[in-house]
């Protein structure tokens, strides 16, 4: 079972990111500050749960939440920066975008960039142990997915609609035959499984 809270005085925001290990695309996150109250049975880590209830999920944080914001970094920022950095860079962005402003976050992971002199906590697999965590997880999957199939009209070879830029065999074979689009993330080494590193194409 989830818990609402992970301290009880200040308003809280949970966060958390999507997209992190892609080869193409930005990363996502979300911010989420949910009502002291809030319960839901099916609230859970996004990876554990179906596109279908994901997006059912979507719609109830979004009219439940006290406060919500998506924000991204785009694959030219997580070549610039690294994608650490860019995974913090967008939770950041998140926060910034939220109407109610935090007095504490609690952050998906064991690390974070401080957020001004907003106190954290870094929480290792938050997004199964606290419901903002969860629903951020959740807003955070699901507004990049819609962004992966939104491009993947523009190079349906890669098959992003399936595998969201995920590193699947298809997307990598694609990548090593072809080369790269203007969403892939450059610094991103491209192996098949049980290879050594190859070669990257020309226009790497």
Known sequence: MLLARYQHELIEAGCDEAGRGCLAGPVFAAAVILPHDFDHHLLNDSKQLTEDVRYALRVEIEQKAIA????SVDN?????INILNASFLAMHRAIDKLHL???FLIIDGNRFNK????????????DAKYFSIAAASILAKTYRDDYM???????PEYD????KGYPSIKHRKTVLSIGFTPYHRL????????????PQPENY
């Open 101 to 103: 402003k935090p007095q």
């Open 160 to 163: 992003w609609h399936s595998n």
């Open 149 to 155: 199939k939104q491009i993947a009209r523009e190079h």
């Open 187 to 198: 610094t991103f080494k491209v192996t098949m499984p049980g290879e050594k590193e190859k």
């Open 76 to 80: 030219l920022e997580i070549d610039e």
């Open 115 to 126: 957020y001004g002199d907003m106190p954290h906590k870094c929480i290792v697999a938050g």
């Open 68 to 71: 919500y914001a998506v924000a």
